[in-house]
């Protein structure tokens, strides 16, 4: 049935999966994430963090160019950054 919406709140609201943008951003990085990814964590923080960001968007953007562009573009990422570790190869 149509409605009309209250043109104060934005056309969408995104949730994203805390494991794949975890993933993601280690793939990205060639890091692993040193501590926990569960609700109440600092990632969880992070990642919510991010969708505040994507939910601002005018247009939905092709998201993972869009993470691509942005993971490092929100306040929590200094926490984040302080806890992943670099992979590191050992070539003798």
Known sequence: MPFIADTR??????????AAICEELEG???????????????????VS?????????????????????NYNNVPHWNVIQDNLKVETTDEN
């Open 9 to 18: 709140c934005g056309t969408w609201d995104i949730t994203l999966n805390v």
């Open 49 to 69: 963090q991010l969708e505040v960001e994507l939910n601002k968007c005018d247009k939905l953007p092709k998201f993972w160019r869009w993470f691509s562009d």
């Open 28 to 46: 990205l990085l060639e890091a692993s994430y040193e501590e926990g990814i569960r609700e109440g964590s600092e990632f969880w923080f992070y």
